[in-house]
């Protein structure tokens, strides 16, 4: 069964750090891009960040530069977030996403995860 399964959402206080999980079975993400988009209630899902596992090259939005760190273990065929000097606006459910880099350029991800909650709060 091909799926993608989040882990290592949680509660932290602001400024603290949290490291998201997504691994994917039934496939490998050896020539995937991979992505990180977050959904807070009421309002749309955005982008967080992206990396190809073809050549390493990864992609931040602005809101998250210099703090988010993506990467990908092929021997564990697994991607990461590390967030770092997390605040209360990064609250959401954080989904991965992959998509066949050979085919990324035509839009639209192939591979869901369900999520996993942020909360960042005192």
């Known amino acids: 069964q091909v799926q993608l399964v989040e882990s290592g959402g949680g509660l932290v206080q602001p400024g603290g750090s949290l490291r998201l999980s997504c691994t994917a079975s039934?496939?490998?993400?050896?020539?995937?891009?991979i992505g990180w988009f977050r959904q807070v209630p009421g309002k749309e899902r955005e982008g967080v960040s992206c990396?190809?596992?073809?050549?390493?090259?990864?992609h931040y939005v602005d809101l998250v530069k210099g703090r988010f760190t993506i990467s990908v273990d092929k021997a564990k065929n697994t991607a990461f977030l590390q967030m770092n000097s997390l605040k209360p606006e990064d609250t959401a459910v954080y989904y991965c996403?992959?998509?066949?880099?050979?085919?990324?350029?035509?839009?639209?991800?192939?591979?869901w995860g369900k999520g996993t909650l942020v909360t960042v709060s005192s």
């Open positions: 996403a992959a998509v066949a880099s050979s085919t990324y350029y035509l839009g639209g991800m192939d591979y």
């Open positions: 039934g496939f490998t993400l050896d020539y995937y891009v």
């Open positions: 990396i190809s596992a073809t050549d390493g090259n990864t």
